[in-house]
């Protein structure tokens, strides 16, 4: 297999683009950076391009090493054919591979096995064949009766050759294929019931749906049932379909043998055949599930990490709570810890007044202006009283409801007890989801991606390939953004390209002993952050206010030349980079020449447009471009809501059947997706993502069962 060939079949790449792309991903390079300071060379492919192209070229590499020691063990056996070895070189994927090596590979102790140990393949294969016109079966077996060798009837001969026969048709990689094609075509997954009580997996008490239409979510939602032994799961085809595969490929009419090698090719199906079949194609639905899964987890979590920061603002966080009460931090501008405390607005308790004086206090000493009011137990009656509290202020104070998925996790950890020795876990809850607020993405990446709650059934899927999956879309996020050198913490220096988590520390330990860095070339001086390390992650790091202003841009040091002959063509001040930018920049190139100026600064046009974005504006963060949070000044409840109701809302989850959005009111509402747009679309995905604002039409509430459906036609 030409891998390259298949790469670009696969991926809309040049030939010589795909070939680079290869190459830097084997000298070593980051997805990071690869796809930002590359771009000639790769044709601009996106970090999420060149993921999917590394991971596809590791299962092709894969499947050829196994190739060449399927081969080898083949030939090693002296069973090679010109045929089978074509068929080898063939084989796409590696299911394909496995079917074919199925024959050959050393098997445990089988009916079969031991029939060939008592002498009965002749047997089998005479019988196979179905060459003899005349005669019968118990006469071809019976020259094979040896009480020496357990045969003691000639009906034990001709047991022993149907489990040789079984066993081959089960091994045959055609029959295999076919059958699986034949159930992904016109077969159905059935679930039906193990117990009578009612539970959260009742819609597929009985349940069938075609093996090849069943969406991803449904195929998680069973295996869960099954799992959880509530649910029995099987995969049916029609057994005159599925033996008419077998019956085509292994009996021959008018033999004395035909009959003999249907009951066989009938022991097979049921025995041997179908149930393994039925686990590979299980298999594969679940393996395709997962991926879809993982692939919608990672979608909703890059935004959910690109949300806008809430910059400039003192803020105080209410993690609620009922009998220990809700726990206090106020954070300044900047993160830093100003006071905690804790009140008991809620029940049992229920102090409102002196909760009230208590947070009132805080406000004007601390100068807050914004509340973060954690999404979890108590929240309700959290926001109620905040609510009330900032009605004295006149719109001067506003509150936001933040998730607080995984605020515990990190509050419990080695990292959050390193970060706050003093505070209690409760307290470190509370302290996280103020600076959530302010920066989504410097507090998120301190928490296990798996626990931050935007997926769907993420505790089932593999651990190791979701947690790939997200540590890629965190770095790919974090690398979008950039991280500010001197103030950055170890947590999320490690996700910056190039940068392990032994060098993020080493980073923060330089920064101690000789205080902030001046300029990126002093990272050459971090111990273990060598040459290789240096290219992959300068220009992802930040220095406001150092010595050179491109410091503070996503100008990699390689095109500082460049960067510095681009402002000389144009007669433009450098000095202009410190004092906000050159917003011209582009209509001067532009009347320049982009092309023409791109030769003369030696760099691409990519690159050069790169270039001129970032000195329009040094310093500048993508996520300001983002949809604001929702900041709340009143409440609403769901009592409140009523049909035909028209609201502003923040999507909050992606899910395969549509879109769970916050409106406000504690209970996130149901956009299915049929409701999102006029026009047919697949997945939810296409349209929206999470962390966008929308409005929306209240279709149905049910109260008892705190279920909200919402339209957006």
């Known amino acids: 297999m030409d891998i390259i060939t298949t790469l670009c079949h696969e991926f809309p790449v040049r030939r010589d683009r795909m070939e680079n792309v290869v190459k830097l991903i084997d000298d070593g390079n980051t997805i990071p950076f690869i796809a930002r300071y590359r771009k000639e060379m790769t044709g601009a492919c996106d970090d999420q391009a060149l993921r999917e192209i590394g991971d596809r070229l590791q299962y092709l590499r894969n499947l050829e090493k196994k190739k060449e020691d399927y081969t080898a063990a083949i030939t090693e056996q002296g069973k090679m054919t010109e045929e089978l070895a074509r068929a080898i070189a063939d084989a796409e994927t590696l299911a394909a591979l496995e079917d074919l090596y199925r024959p050959f590979k050393q098997k445990r102790r089988t009916r079969a096995t031991i029939a060939r140990e008592k002498g009965l393949e002749p047997l089998a294969m005479d019988l196979l064949a179905q060459d003899r016109r005349s005669g019968t079966v118990e006469e071809m077996a019976a020259s094979y009766v040896d009480e020496e060798k357990g045969v003691e009837t000639v009906a034990d001969a001709l047991a022993g ?53 069943i969406p991803s979510h449904r195929i998680l939602a069973i295996n869960r049932g099954e799992a959880e032994e509530i649910l029995k799961v099987t995969v049916e085809i029609e057994d ?89 931090a106020a954070v300044d501008a900047t993160g830093k810890v100003l006071t905690t405390g804790v009140i008991y607005p809620t029940p049992p308790k229920n102090e409102k007044e002196a909760s009230a004086a208590k947070v009132k206090a805080i406000i004007d000493r601390c100068g807050v202006t914004c509340i973060a009011v954690g999404n979890g137990t108590a929240t309700k009656e959290a926001e109620i009283f905040v609510a009330d509290v900032i009605k004295d202020y006149h719109g001067k104070v506003t509150y936001a409801i933040v998730n607080e998925a995984g605020a515990s996790v990190y509050s ?50 593999p651990q190791n390939r979701l947690t790939e999956s997200l540590e890629g879309v965190v770095e790919d996020c974090v690398n979008a953004v950039g991280a500010d050198l001197n103030t950055a913490s170890p947590s999320l220096l490690q996700y910056v390209a190039g940068v392990t988590a032994s060098t993020a520390k080493n980073i923060q330990t330089y920064r101690e002993e000789n205080g902030s ?195 957006m036609k």
């Open 240 to 328: 005159f379909a599925a033996m008419g595969v077998l019956f085509r490929h292994f009996v021959k009419p008018g033999s004395i043998s035909t009959q003999f090698v249907k009951d066989a090719a009938a022991d097979s199906y049921a025995r041997l055949l179908f149930p393994s079949v039925e686990r590979e194609i299980r298999s594969l639905l679940t393996e395709k599930a997962d991926e879809q899964a993982i692939k919608m987890f990672g979608q909703n979590l890059k935004p959910l990490l690109l949300q806008s920061p809430v910059k400039d603002q003192v803020v105080l966080a209410i993690d609620p709570g009922y009998r220990m009460g809700c726990k206090l």
């Open 161 to 213: 050759a149907n489990d040789i026969i079984a066993e081959i048709i089960s091994d045959s990689p055609e029959v295999r294929s076919e059958l699986k094609e034949l159930i992904l075509r016109k077969g159905v997954i059935r679930s039906v019931a193990k117990t009578e009580e009612d539970s959260v997996y009742a819609t597929y008490y009985d349940y069938t749906e075609p093996v090849g239409k």
């Open 412 to 461: 419990a950890s080695k990292l959050g007890a390193a970060e706050f020795p003093q505070f209690d876990v409760s307290v470190r809850s509370a302290i996280s989801l103020a600076r959530r607020l302010q920066d989504p993405l410097a507090e998120l990446v301190k928490i296990d991606p798996k626990s931050i709650g935007v997926g769907q059934y993420q505790h089932d899927l």
């Open 517 to 711: 860095f001046t300029s990126r070339a002093q990272l050459k001086k971090v111990k273990g952050l060598g040459p290789k390390a240096f290219e992959q992650c300068a220009g992802f790091l930040r220095i406001p206010g150092g010595k050179e202003p491109l410091d503070n841009t996503a100008v990699h040091p390689e095109s500082y030349p460049a960067a510095k002959r681009l402002l000389e063509l144009l007669s433009v001040d450098p000095k202009t980079l410190k004092t906000g930018g050159v917003p011209e920049l582009d209509r001067k190139a532009a009347a320049y020449g982009k092309e023409k100026l791109a030769a003369d600064c030696g760099v691409g046009l990519p690159t050069l447009n790169d270039i001129i974005t970032e000195l329009m504006k040094p310093g500048r963060d993508i996520r300001d471009a983002l949809p604001q949070p929702v900041l709340r000044a009143d409440l609403m409840s769901l009592e409140d809501l009523k049909e035909g109701m028209e609201l502003t809302g923040t999507v909050r989850n992606v899910i395969d059947f549509g879109v769970f959005v916050d409106i406000g009111v504690h209970q996130d509402g149901l956009v299915h997706i049929s409701q999102i747009c006029d026009r047919y679309i697949k997945h939810p995905s296409e349209v929206l993502k999470v962390g966008d604002i929308v409005k929306v039409k209240v279709l149905k509430v049910d109260p008892a069962k705190k279920r909200i459906s919402l339209t």
